[in-house]
């Protein structure tokens, strides 16, 4: 079973496709059969978030080491980055985080967090966890 993220805003963004020989963070409209966490979001557009590992898998810090906490670290950053580019551009963001089939369950927390808070070396999602970015 993989994480999933899921990303919301009041505006359309931007993809980032995923590449199969390059793998990294990257950004893709919603599959088909997961319309439905689009009920965790007030705001219109949802997208899926996915790291180097092809899933949310590559967002999980716990147990890694050297270069594999590195790759988990590079795709907090590039999660970083594409928020403050939108924010640059006015949108308003929220974040899903859950493990795959559990997309339409109830959050079990809602936190405020500042984006920058993607890059501490603590923050790592939680799963069914809502997130306003401040």
């Known amino acids: 079973m993989c994480l999933a993220i899921y ?4 505006i359309q963004l931007s993809p980032i496709p995923w590449i199969e020989d390059k ?6 409209e919603l599959p088909k059969n997961e319309y439905e966490v689009k009920k965790q979001f007030a705001l219109k557009y949802v997208y899926y978030v996915g790291s180097h590992e092809g ?11 050297g270069k594999e906490l590195s790759k988990v670290e590079e795709n907090y950053d590039n999660l970083h980055q594409y928020i403050l580019n939108a924010r640059e551009n006015g949108a308003i963001i929220e974040l899903f985080s859950c493990w795959e089939g559990d997309q339409s369950s109830k959050p079990e927390n809602n936190e405020k967090i500042h984006q920058s808070t993607l890059r501490e070396e603590q923050f790592e999602f939680k799963e069914k966890w809502h997130y306003e970015i401040i």
């Open 7 to 10: 990303i919301a805003s009041n």
């Open 23 to 28: 793998p990294s963070f990257y950004v893709t």
């Open 55 to 65: 899933c949310g898998c590559g967002f999980f810090k716990e147990g890694e080491t």
